[in-house]
C-alpha cells in the first residue's frame, strides 16, 4: 500500500495563518497550531532562527520588508493567508492598512497595534478611555523646551520620574529614572538629543511607588467575545521580566476583578483582537490596592507562558483561536485550590513548593 493513499494521509485543507516576527513567541504558536489543525507560515529574520527550527513553511525576510510581508500574506506557490499577525509590533502600520483595504484580515488591526507601538498615543488614548494610569506628560521634541519640560513635571511629582522612549523600547532599554538632585534633565541629554536629530519622541511618568507587578491577559475576538486568564505577578530584574507568579499571590477579589474589568475595557475601547497583555502597577492606599496600567503588549506575552501547562487554553491556543474568530476556549487554570510548580530556572528566588502559586522563570522579550 502506497503510505499516501492510506485515509487520513492526503493533503487535508488548513486555516493558513501568517505570522510576522520569528522568535520564541511565533515558536511557541507551532504546537497550538498543530493541535488545531492550523498551517503556521512565519516571516522569520534568518535561518536557523527560534520559529524557523520547528515550523515548517518560514519564508525569510523583515518585518519592515513590505514585498516580504505581502508575500507572506500572498505568496507566489502557496495558498493565501486566511489572516495576518504578528509575535512583536514592530510592523509599517501603512502596510497593514493597505493589506486590509486589499482584503486580507489583519489582527490585532494598526487602529489597535499602534497603541501597542507608541507609549504617548497608549498614554492619550487610555486616558481618554478613563484608564488609570501613572500621571504622565509627553516632553516636546526640541532639547531646550523638552529639558524645561521635565523640570517642571519633576518639581510637579516631587523630584524623580521615569523617561520613557515613546517607540522602540524592550526589556527596559527605553527606560530612564531621573532625578532632579542628580541632575533631572541632564541625565537624559543624549536622549534629547536622539529626539532632535529624528528619533522616537520622549515622554515622562511619575515614578510609581508600586508594591509589585502585575499582568492580566485578555483575548478577544473579532466578532467581540472576550475571554480573561487569572492575574499574575511579575517580576522584573535589570528591566527585564524574570519571574511570573500564577494567580498573584495574595490578591483580594475585588483588586483582581479590578485588574480583569481594565483588561477587558482596553480590549474592547481599542478594538484589540488576538491576546492583550496589559502590564499593572499595584500601589497600596488607605482605601486598599489601587491599579495603574504600565503598558501593553498585542501578542501573546511573556507574563502567559505559565498558561501552556497551567491553564486549560494555553494564550498561543487562545491567540490563534482569537485571530481566526474561533469560539474561545476556557483561559481557567487547570486545578483548583493549590497549584505547582511548573519549572524553576536559574532566575527564580523563591522555589515553588507543591503548595505554592505556579512560578515560571523566563528570559523572553517582554
Ligand atoms: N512609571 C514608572 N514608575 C516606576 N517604575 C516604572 C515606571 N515605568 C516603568 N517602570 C519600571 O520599568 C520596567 C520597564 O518599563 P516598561 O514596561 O514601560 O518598558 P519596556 O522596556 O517597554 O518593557 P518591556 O520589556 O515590558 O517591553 C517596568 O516593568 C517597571 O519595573
Ligand atoms: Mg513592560
Given at each position: 500500500m502506497v503510505v499516501g493513499d492510506r485515509i487520513g494521509c492526503g493533503p487535508v485543507a488548513e486555516p493558513v495563518i501568517a505570522v510576522v516576527g520569528g522568535g520564541q513567541l511565533a515558536r511557541m504558536m507551532a504546537p497550538a497550531a498543530g493541535e488545531l489543525g492550523v498551517h503556521l507560515r512565519v516571516l522569520v529574520e534568518?535561518?536557523?532562527?527560534s520559529a524557523d527550527q520547528v515550523v515548517v513553511d518560514t519564508p525569510v525576510g523583515a518585518a519592515s520588508d513590505e514585498a516580504a510581508v505581502r508575500a507572506l500574506v500572498r505568496p507566489a506557490d502557496g495558498p493565501a493567508a486566511d489572516v495576518l499577525t504578528f509575535?512583536?509590533?514592530?510592523?509599517?502600520n501603512d502596510l497593514l492598512a493597505d493589506l486590509i483595504d486589499s482584503g486580507v484580515p489583519v489582527h490585532p488591526g494598526p487602529d489597535a497595534l499602534r497603541h501597542a507601538q507608541d507609549k504617548i498615543v497608549m498614554r492619550e488614548r487610555l486616558t481618554a478611555l478613563g484608564v488609570p494610569c501613572p500621571r504622565w506628560a509627553p516632553l516636546p521634541r526640541d532639547p531646550a523646551e523638552g529639558a524645561e519640560a521635565l523640570g517642571t513635571f519633576l518639581a510637579a511629582v516631587g523630584g524623580s520620574a521615569v523617561v520613557k522612549?515613546?517607540?522602540?523600547?524592550?526589556d527596559g532599554k527605553g527606560v530612564r529614572v531621573v532625578t532632579a538632585p542628580d541632575g533631572g534633565p541632564d541625565l537624559v541629554e543624549d536622549w534629547f538629543a536622539g529626539v532632535a536629530a529624528g528619533g522616537p519622541q520622549l515622554l515622562v511618568e511619575e515614578k510609581v511607588p508600586f508594591v509589585r507587578e502585575l499582568a492580566v491577559l485578555v483575548a478577544r475576538r473579532a466578532s467581540g467575545e472576550v475571554r480573561t486568564w487569572p492575574v499574575v505577578e511579575s517580576v522584573q530584574r535589570d528591566g527585564v521580566c524574570s519571574e511570573v507568579v500564577a494567580?498573584?499571590?495574595?490578591?483580594?477579589d475585588a483588586t483582581a476583578h479590578r485588574a480583569r474589568e481594565i483588561a477587558v475595557t482596553i480590549a474592547e475601547g481599542l478594538g484589540v483582537t488576538g491576546v492583550l497583555a496589559v502590564e499593572l502597577f499595584e500601589v497600596a492606599s488607605d482605601d486598599g490596592p489601587r491599579l495603574l496600567v504600565n503598558e501593553l503588549a498585542m501578542r501573546p506575552h511573556n507574563s502567559g507562558h505559565w498558561t501552556i501547562d497551567g491553564s486549560v487554553t494555553s494564550q498561543f491556543e487562545q491567540h490563534l483561536r482569537a485571530v481566526l474568530d474561533l469560539l474561545s476556549a476556557t483561559p481557567a487554570r487547570?486545578?483548583?485550590g493549590p497549584s505547582w510548580p511548573m519549572c524553576s530556572g536559574p532566575l527564580s528566588t523563591t522555589p515553588p513548593t507543591p503548595s505554592a502559586p505556579s512560578s515560571v522563570s523566563s528570559r523572553t522579550p517582554a
Open positions: 534568518a535561518r536557523g532562527g509575535e512583536h509590533e514592530h510592523v509599517p522612549t515613546s517607540r522602540g523600547g524592550y494567580p498573584a499571590p495574595g490578591l483580594d487547570r486545578r483548583a
